[in-house]
């Protein structure tokens, strides 16, 4: 806010801000039980790589809601490094929360080796990795990703269906 207006960043970030929230709970929702992330935690750190000092410049909201997504997945993949690498993580543990614990450890591995999986399809296949970006991690439909991308719903769901079956032979593989 300069001078008590709101900068256009701002009205943006107001604007979207709900759907936002929804997708940063629907990321969490897949997280491991005792992740110290909230999604509203989740909303801003992804708003603040987003601004990066710049303004955004997106052409429509379907578009910024799959850059905010993006960056949402991001943020989760570097938690689970971080976690992985043993620097979130305490080293104690109650007896009564092991399974949850090493349910979490695999959960974590299983999100690095995704991440990895989508760096991959992003070389190989773009506009598949975009589909899985929109769908999967911004919570968009198929109808809104066929608008955002200028293709048929038809062409969504066939991209869809591959990129899925791609990245879960690549996540077996890694694990």
């Known amino acids: 806010?300069?001078?008590?207006?709101?900068?256009?960043?701002?009205?943006?970030?107001?604007?979207v801000y709900d759907e936002l929230r929804?997708?940063?709970?629907?990321?969490?929702?897949?997280?491991?039980?005792?992740?110290?992330?909230?999604?509203?935690?989740?909303?801003?750190?992804?708003?603040?790589?987003l601004l990066r000092g710049k303004s955004?410049?997106?052409?429509?909201?379907?578009?910024?809601?799959?850059?905010?997504?993006?960056?949402?997945r991001r943020i989760l993949v570097d938690y689970a490094r971080a976690y992985r690498a043993g620097k979130r993580f305490s080293g104690k543990?109650?007896?009564d929360l092991e399974e949850s614990l090493a349910w979490a450890a695999n959960q974590s591995t299983q999100l690095v080796a995704l991440d990895e999986a989508l760096r991959e399809?992003?070389?190989?296949?773009?506009r598949q990795h975009r589909i899985v970006e929109m769908l999967f991690f911004g919570g968009m439909t198929g109808e809104e990703v066929s608008d955002a991308l200028g293709i048929s719903t038809r062409t969504v769901k066939r991209e869809w269906s591959m990129a899925r079956a791609w990245l879960s032979l690549r996540i077996n593989q890694a694990s």
């Open 1 to 15: 806010m300069k001078d008590g207006v709101a900068t256009s960043d701002e009205r943006h970030f107001a604007a």
């Open 22 to 49: 929804r997708i940063a709970v629907t990321h969490m929702r897949r997280e491991r039980p005792d992740h110290t992330l909230q999604p509203t935690a989740l909303v801003n750190e992804a708003w603040l790589r």
């Open 56 to 72: 955004l410049d997106c052409s429509d909201r379907s578009q910024f809601l799959a850059l905010a997504a993006g960056a949402m």
């Open 93 to 95: 543990q109650r007896v």
């Open 121 to 126: 399809l992003a070389r190989i296949d773009p």
